[in-house]
């Protein structure tokens, strides 16, 4: 079955800091890849997906571009602030109508 | 407005009983599916359900029971067979095959059992 792998956190960044999540799949076929954010005591949000190889998903200010050589999916924002501090999910779609989740990367944003 | 209700949101539970969680959708969607979320763990799928009167076992499914009679509504029972039933759970629905389209979630029903 697919495998999401990205980094732990929790990453604490400073506003208006440059953000980089890192996110990398092993998927039998292709996927597509998509980002969830989830706040405080709240169900997840998509965040933004990208369907094929190369493909840039944004939102928001993030993007993510999905990278068939590498097998990644890293989540980039060039300047974060304090809302922006939530957990943030790197997923992949597979076989059987499912989705497969990272372990999910807190962010600390401080003024 | 549409969206996913899932209720109640904290619930406590003895050890040896059972407990059905509620998630209920107006989106109109066929696929329904449900999440346990643990600190360090991420999501995993317990089980899901593409259309009325069907559904699959998921990554975790032992010791979890569903039902799917209506579109609207997938309710998820934890058994007493549950060893660690402790934990986060989140519903979520899809108008079709995930690949192509966007999971919503509900906002999660915490189980704690005492």
Redesign the interface.
């Known amino acids: 079955g697919n495998s999401v792998t990205q980094m732990e956190g929790p990453v604490t960044l400073s506003e208006e800091a440059f953000l980089t999540i890192n996110c990398t799949y092993t998927a039998t076929g292709y996927p597509s890849l998509f980002w969830y954010v989830q706040y405080p005591g709240e169900g997840l949000q998509l965040l933004l997906k990208a369907t094929k190889a190369d493909d840039k998903g944004s939102n928001k200010g993030f993007e993510a571009t999905y990278r068939k050589e590498t097998t990644s999916f890293h989540l980039e924002k060039g300047s974060v602030q304090v809302s922006d501090s939530a957990v943030y999910f790197c997923a992949a779609s597979g076989g059987g109508n499912k989705l497969t989740f990272g372990t999910g990367t807190q962010l600390k944003v401080e003024l | 407005d549409g969206g ?1 209700t ?1 209720s109640p949101k904290y619930l406590f539970r003895k050890e040896g009983q059972n407990v059905t969680l509620s998630c209920e959708q107006n989106l109109n969607h066929d ?1 329904m ?1 449900w ?1 346990r979320q643990d600190p ?6 317990i089980y ?1 359900s ?1 259309i009325v009167n069907d559904f ?1 076992k ?1 990554d975790i499914a032992e010791g979890y029971s569903v039902s799917r009679e209506k579109k609207e509504s997938f309710p998820l029972t934890v058994t007493s067979a549950q060893k660690n039933p402790t934990a986060f759970y ?1 519903c ?1 629905s899809s108008t079709g ?4 389209t ?2 919503f ?4 029903t915490r189980l704690t059992v005492v």
């Open positions: 996913i899932q696929a599916y999440y360090g763990q991420g999501l995993r799928l899901y593409q699959q998921g989140l979520a095959l995930i690949m192509n966007e999971a979630f509900g906002q999660g």
